[in-house]
């Protein structure tokens, strides 16, 4: 094993975890490593507002909102979160925002509350308070949003009671007063002033250090630096590698498992930055995919509605693109589009860096191309080249916050009518997400028709043999696999002009 | 006399849209559920060791790891329950802990108690339990054929639907299969129980049904039901599910609580809840309709086979209410009605919104949409043609005259605020130009009969404490799920002793204050805690009026209650002043009040009678489309007409009806329940389980309360109920989705429910015909 460099784990590092709640810095020092975020909450320190109604980030009940510093702007971004499946830890440097930080003595309710109220959004009221935090956020970042935007920022709270149309109603009315002006977490998107204060307040808890804590024998620690991660990971061959904790939580959560070591990777300068060059769109593993697909739609905007329909905006916040991607699960949505674009993975440890191709990377069932010690460092995906054509299609029950049954992503360069190239890869279809070599091999080169569509339909059953199980039967993931090759064709034709996810929700 | 003092109140809070009473504190995060509580300071954490096999001795139940672990403070199995070993509702026919067999997967084996939740749950999963496999029964129509039911089956015929059969012009048969349901309610299964001295036992319970937790555990711990209280305030949603389940929480909390002499809480992790407790029964059924050229009914046979589960829970009259609403809004002369409750090895299915209700819709609305098709006729017509009709053709399968059909003009109104007509023409010319998505649209009628069938189950208390500054506690026996109950029955408490609902404290359900309260289930909580508490309210008013009348020296008609103060003669004083000086004079104000349901009566050896006090009534036209390549489709408009009679909450119910419907919408398309060939459940948390989401919402979503709709029953200021009859106007949706299919070629589509993208596909395709 190589050596450690010359500083020791704990230089530079803090074993305090710090954040701000309600105007109070909170210090913590040595916090269980794998507590929850709502544990500390509902246990601790006894905010019971936040409600647990699933704890795998799946129902939003226990949404809370985080406020980052975002330097480049010298402003604060929001995010809802699921504080089921966040640990402890990764609060640190952050403002902290619940349900009750914005309630006030007396009757005196945030716009966002009164609305609620005023519009009879709420009936048993469980899921109340984090759809209150969803559209809490809603209001500080968008003035007037449309039906769509709403149910995108909703589409990670689940209400049994009312079907939602009080709670759109909500969405809609809580602009209507602007009250308070001094109070910034009242101001509405675009009346509110700059939150100098809370700027201030969390520049002087910020630092570019890593953490280090100890917890009864477990640790959790958090580079600051690929060299400091590699070392990590060099050090701890056990390490749990934690990225945005949307399946690690889980892990504890439902499974209780003790995790002994857990390395973080969201405070690793590398990993956290996006960059476009002149060829590729760069992303660092540890990127939200909130921001990763805002990027990569800006290029790719056809693959808008496969990012909306990917986990919920909570999931997003916290989850990264490095991590759906490490994780490699068969059912991984953004894989399938990344692999037939072209993208390439940087992967890094004490050794050095390779790239590998995204294509190489799955071996099988949750065997990747990734050596003990090696992480995942940055994504690189192509930018679109002129005349090309890139697009990705989801079969799940439901069409928001989803497991795909099947997802697929294709990639087509015509020449006039004839292919010159063309890439199909599947998620869902078999053990890892897979490229459809068979199709493939049928449509490249061959006329842009029909009739080649319907061979090459004939050749996904020869790529895949897929499973049965909750989501979908064996026969339906390749009848459905093989009807969205039909669709692809007949939207590229022009004769599909629109899905059913968006069809009469304009406006 | 009091008792039935007739009331001379006006509507000032009754018929208002008020918010829900707890609308503010919910959105504050300060409504308490009861994990929110106040823990006692000895509290210990419970979790439950459930069976890996669905059917299995048990030939070893080892737990010396789970009480060696870090935390555990004791466990507990079948042998440590003092008293009986039940928690079955009707039928004493399901344990509380597995003793010598394991019957499904998930059944509950033993309790471990400890310091944290977390302790708790690890530790679970260190007991070594060996099993001795049985041969599980795992689905409905095997258990048929295995002759293995819960309880034994049942029978409705009348006329001679044999020969009706025989003689009618066509005749077709089907099997469906029809999807159950999970309940979903946000708030998972809960209770805490804390020794008292002497005995005794507090337990806080999310549940429809305190009366029946505090009796399941009092026979659990061996104690009189004197001894124990349970107390709910609200429950975080319940829709049925905290009907029955509640119980088998309480008790495991209760036993462990008194093995340990500590305070204990069992609150079950979503998984935990979905596997362990009931859901809606999944149903096989078969019908053979025989009809004439118009689409009328001659003669219509039905067999239901529905998944109980275990035990018989509460799937007797689930079923019966199945073979109840299988007219749904149709006139059926030669009938014949056989009912199959199914014992699997699956978890014990039970009270989900409707109750049985919906399946016995389902599949009269299926045959209905099937006699149109086969006669190429707009299934409208063919609905109408079999509609009740009025002063004839009026009479139930069960014996009961429909005396309020209102449906026909619900009906007729729906259709032209629709634009029925025209839209079904637009829509299949866009169908005619459109390859790959169809669009379809479909209008169902509802008619649900209120009522528990049990009649004994009709019956409702109240208490009201009036304090001497003029406050009012308010109890009743109904319990608080999301519904709107506290503030409906404030506000008909608020107009009898005319004052505002702001001096009214809505106090939790309790054991203590009201006892012996059927369950808030069957849609009937205003209907009867309303009119109890309006005749406890009436009894302290009569004697307020009285005081008044002597101490004023007024006559008694000179004495009115409004707004908060109180009209004698020509002067006024306020409510608290009348109050005040009504208890210097040693008045009581303090009442109680009991209603029963009258006019029902019902005879279930011949399932007949007048099980049903009125009948609720409503409409729905749904648009969808259906893309034919994958089987997606999307809702896009959805009109409703339902039938509240005279809302006492218009914002309550609407909230009601707009809830019910898209709560119905998830049954019959996302939501589906998926066992392996273990028996395992493996759709048991929201990542597997799909309910609709707000994108799911119709844009276009149009819903009106049904005016000038006065009950013709005498029912708390002339209101229906209104829990459980919207959620089936979702059938609206499944039938507009068989009309696009029906448009893609496939005329007779072969639709099962829910009509997820795969079974839509399936019938796009043909595959199951």
């Known amino acids: ?249 889980l892990w504890v959560t439902k499974q209780h498992r003790d995790l002994e070591t857990v390395v973080y990777t969201g405070r690793v300068d590398a990993l956290t930055k996006l960059e476009v060059d002149a060829t590729h769109i760069d992303i660092g593993a540890a990127v939200t995919l909130t921001d990763a697909m805002a990027i990569i739609v800006t290029h790719y905007p056809e693959l808008d509605e496969l990012f909306k329909r990917f986990g919920s905006p909570p999931i997003r916040n916290a989850a990264t693109l490095g991590g759906n991607i490490a994780n490699g699960s068969p059912i991984g949505d953004s894989m399938p589009a990344l692999m037939v674009a072209g993208t390439t993975l940087v992967l890094r440890s004490l050794r050095g860096t390779r790239e590998v191709a995204l294509d190489d990377f799955y071996i099988d069932y949750e065997v990747k191309d990734l050596k003990p010690g090696e992480f995942i460092e ?130 | 006399m009091d008792a039935r003092a007739k009331s001379t109140t006006r509507r000032v809070a009754v018929g208002q849209a008020l918010p829900h009473d707890s609308a503010h504190l919910h959105v504050c995060g300060t409504a308490a559920y009861i994990d929110d509580l106040p823990e006692p300071r000895d509290l210990l954490h419970v979790a439950v060791g459930m069976s890996a096999k669905a059917h299995a001795r048990l030939v070893n139940v080892d737990l010396g790891d789970v009480l060696a672990a870090s935390g555990v403070v004791d466990t507990c199995i079948a042998a440590d329950i003092p008293g009986v070993n039940n928690c079955g509702p009707i039928v004493a026919d399901e344990s509380i802990f597995a003793v010598d067999t394991v019957e499904y997967a998930g059944q509950a084996i033993f309790a471990v108690a400890a310091e944290t939740v977390d302790d708790a749950r690890k530790a679970v999963k260190l007991a070594h339990i060996e099993y001795a496999e049985l041969t599980a029964i795992l689905e409905p129509i095997l258990a048929v054929e295995k002759k293995s039911f819960v309880l034994p089956s049942e029978t409705i015929e009348r ?122 029964h999944d149903f096989v059924i078969d019908y053979d309709v025989g009809f004439d050229d118009t689409g009328r009914i001659q003669g219509i046979d039905f067999m ?36 199959h409750r199914c014992k699997t090895n699956t978890v014990s299915n039970t009270a989900f919104r409707g109750f049985g209700g919906p399946q016995g819709m389902f599949a009269i609305e299926y045959a209905i949409d099937d006699i149109a098709r086969t006669l190429d006729m707009d299934p409208l017509e063919v609905r109408r043609r079999n509609f009740y009709g009025v002063g004839e053709r009026d009479v139930t399968q069960y014996e009961q005259k429909i005396e309020d059909n209102i449906i026909a003009d619900i009906v007729d109104k729906l259709e032209v605020d629709a634009d029925y007509i025209e839209r079904r023409k637009a829509i299949r010319e866009f169908n005619a130009t459109s390859l790959i998505l169809k669009r379809g649209i479909a209008l169902t009628p509802v008619k649900f009969g209120i009522s528990f069938t049990a009649t004994h189950l009709n019956q409702a208390g109240a208490l009201i404490h009036v304090y001497k500054d003029g406050s009012v506690h308010l109890n009743h026996g109904g319990t608080e799920m999301g519904q709107g109950l506290f503030i409906k029955v404030a506000q008909v408490v608020a107009d009898e002793l005319g004052i505002g609902v702001d001096n009214i404290r809505l106090n939790a359900s309790d054991t203590s204050r009201v006892p012996n309260a059927s369950a808030t289930a069957a849609s009937s909580g205003s209907d009867m805690n309303g009119k109890a508490a309006q005749i406890a309210a009436a009894k302290i008013r009569r004697r307020l009026t009285e005081f008044a009348a002597r101490h004023f020296a007024v006559a008694e008609g000179a004495i009115d209650f409004r707004s908060n103060a109180v009209h004698v003669g020509d002067s006024t004083l306020s409510f608290a002043e009348l109050v005040r000086l009504a208890w210097f004079d040693r008045v009581s104000l303090s009442a109680i009040g009991f209603y029963k349901t009258p006019k029902i009566h019902y ?78 459940l493996k759709t048991h948390a929201p990542s597997t389980y799909k309910i609709p989401t707000c994108s799911d919402l119709p844009t276009d979503f149009r819903v009106e309360l049904l005016e000038n709709a006065a009950n013709r029953e005498d029912t708390i200021y002339r209101s229906k109920a209104v829990g459980e009859p919207p959620l089936m106007l979702c059938l609206s949706v499944f039938h507009a989705i068989r009309d696009a299919i029906a448009c893609a070629d496939r005329p007779l589509p072969d639709l099962q429910a829910p009509a997820t993208p795969e079974a839509v596909l399936r019938a796009v395709e043909g595959l199951d015909s």
């Open chain 1, 1 to 249: 094993m190589p050596m450690a460099g010359p500083r020791s784990e704990t230089d530079c590092r803090t074993d305090t975890v710090r954040f701000v709640l309600d105007g109070e810095i909170i210090e913590l020092e040595n916090a269980d490593p794998t507590r929850t975020v709502l544990q500390f909450l509902r246990e601790d320190l006894r905010r019971t507002g936040t409600k647990e109604g699933c704890a795998e980030g799946d129902c939003g009940a226990c949404t809370i909102v985080l406020a980052e510093l975002n330097r480049e702007r010298d402003d604060l971004t929001l995010r809802a979160i699921n504080s089921c499946i966040q640990f402890l830890p990764t609060l640190d440097g952050k403002e902290l925002i619940t349900v009750e930080s914005l309630n006030r003595p007396g009757n005196d309710l945030h716009p966002v509350q009164k609305a609620m109220v005023d519009c009879d959004g709420s009936q048993c009221g469980f899921c109340t308070p984090g759809f209150v935090m969803s559209l809490f956020v809603l209001y500080k970042t968008n003035a007037e949003p449309t039906r769509i935007e709403i149910d995108d920022a909703l589409a990670g709270n689940l209400c049994r009671c009312t079907g939602y149309r009080p709670i759109i109603a909500a969405a809609r009315a809580m602009y209507a007063e602007q009250p308070d002006a001094d109070d910034w977490l009242r101001q509405a998107s675009g009346t509110a002033k700059k939150p100098d204060a809370r700027l201030q307040q969390l520049k002087s808890i910020s630092h570019d250090a890593g953490l280090a804590i100890e917890h009864k024998g477990r640790r959790f620690l958090a580079p600051a630096s690929s060299d400091e991660l590699a070392e990590a990971l060099a050090k701890h061959a056990d390490a749990t590698l934690l990225a945005g904790g949307t399946d690690v939580g």
């Open chain 1, 378 to 507: 940055r994504i690189r995906m192509p930018l679109p080249k002129q005349g090309t054509v890139l697009r990705s299609h989801k079969l799940s029950k439901r069409f928001d916050q989803d497991i795909s049954a099947v997802c697929t992503a294709y990639y087509l360069e015509l020449d006039g009518d004839s292919v010159t190239s063309f890439r199909m890869a599947c998620g869902g279809l078999a053990a890892t997400i897979k490229r459809a070599t068979h199709c493939e091999a049928v449509i490249e080169g061959a006329v842009w028709s029909a009739e080649t569509i319907s061979l090459a339909a004939v050749a996904l059953a020869k790529d895949f043999a897929p499973i049965t199980d909750m989501r979908a039967s064996a026969a339906y993931r390749l009848r459905g696999v093989q009807n969205l090759l039909r669709r692809f064709y007949l939207e590229i034709s022009g004769e599909l002009e629109q899905t059913v996810y968006t069809y009469g929700r304009q406006g």
């Open chain 2, 159 to 280: 006329g001679d639907p044999k020969k009706a059969l025989a003689g009618a012009p066509h005749r077709l048969q089907r099997r469906l299969t029809l999807g159950g349901q999970d309940q979903f309610y946000l708030e998972g299964h809960i209770a805490m129980a804390i020794p008292e001295d002497d005995g005794g036992l507090l337990v806080y319970s999310s549940t429809q049904h305190p009366d029946e937790v505090q009796h399941l555990v009092a026979y659990a711990i061996d104690r009189p039901a004197k001894d124990i209280v349970c107390i709910c305030r609200r429950m975080g949603g319940a829709f049925g599910g905290k009907e029955s389940q509640a119980a088998t929480i309480a008790c495991i909390a209760a036993v462990v609580a008194v093995k340990t002499g500590r305070a204990c809480k069992l609150r079950l992790d979503r998984d935990v809840d979905m596997i362990m407790t009931g859901k809606r």
């Open chain 2, 304 to 339: 239901f086979a529905s998944r109980c589960g275990i035990s018989a829970d509460l799937s007797g009259p689930i079923n019966d209410r199945t073979m109840f609403h299988c007219d749904n809004a149709y006139y059926l002369e030669d009938v014949h009605i056989l009912s």
């Open chain 2, 603 to 680: 005879d279930r050896e011949t399932f007949s009678g007048r099980p049903f006090f009125y009948f609720a009534y409503g409409a729905a036209v749904s648009e969808v489309v259906v893309d034919t390549l994958t089987g997606e489709h999307r809702v896009i408009r959805v009109d409703i007409v339902h039938d509240c009679g005279d809302s006492l909450n218009p914002a309550v119910d609407m909230g009601q009806v707009e809830g019910g419907f898209i709560q119905g919408v998830g049954w019959l398309t996302s939501e589906e329940l998926w066992w392996n060939e273990a028996g395992e």
